[in-house]
């Protein structure tokens, strides 16, 4: 089938013609934090939906970009000695930019990992004959509480011992010293 070249005229249905807006709209962002990044360019975008809703992207963000756009103040390379600070700002700016995505990306992993496991709990507790955690009255509560401390304290024990064991072999592995 492949791709099939589409006449560019305005989209008549409002339905259909929102469809599009927002299936472009994310491409149109895509490509620009694609030109951004293999070009190392700054750039900005601002797209108001036909509802007339703003959208915005900017690399590194929009607001410096059409500050310095409205401002007709010089890019970091036109080489002035006043231009060393705005790119200081800049690559901090993405170096900031990218520990957010990093951290959106670890949270996002973490709610995942969450969900999981609470979909595990509730697996063994239904296993179990027992009914789930938030239907639980305060004594239960109280009662699965403590014994999740005991589990805790038995683990801790467990690793203490994993870990003498561990040293113990590691002596054990060393020739005498003489």
Do not use: W, Y
């Amino acid at each position: 089938m492949g791709r099939r070249k589409i006449e560019i005229a305005m989209v008549t249905d409002s339905c259909t013609r929102q469809v599009t807006f927002s299936k472009r709209r994310t491409g149109l962002f895509k490509k620009a934090n694609e030109l951004a990044i293999l070009c190392a360019v700054q750039i900005a975008i601002i797209v108001f939906s036909p509802g007339g809703k703003p959208f915005s992207f900017g690399h590194p963000n929009v607001e410096s970009l059409v500050h310095r756009f409205l401002n007709q103040e010089k890019a970091p390379d036109e080489g002035t000695s006043q231009a060393a600070e705005p790119r200081d700002k800049s690559t901090t700016e993405d170096n900031l930019n990218q520990q957010l995505l990093d951290l959106l990306k670890q949270l996002n992993a973490e709610e995942k990992r969450g969900e999981m496991l609470e979909k595990m709990v509730k697996a063994k507790r239904a296993a179990k004959g027992q009914p789930p955690v938030d239907q639980l009255g305060l004594p239960q509560l109280g009662e699965l509480k403590s014994s999740l401390e005991d589990l805790r304290e038995k683990l801790k024990l467990r690793m203490i011992d994993l870990e003498v064991c561990s040293a113990m072999l590691l002596l054990a592995a060393q020739p005498p010293k003489m």
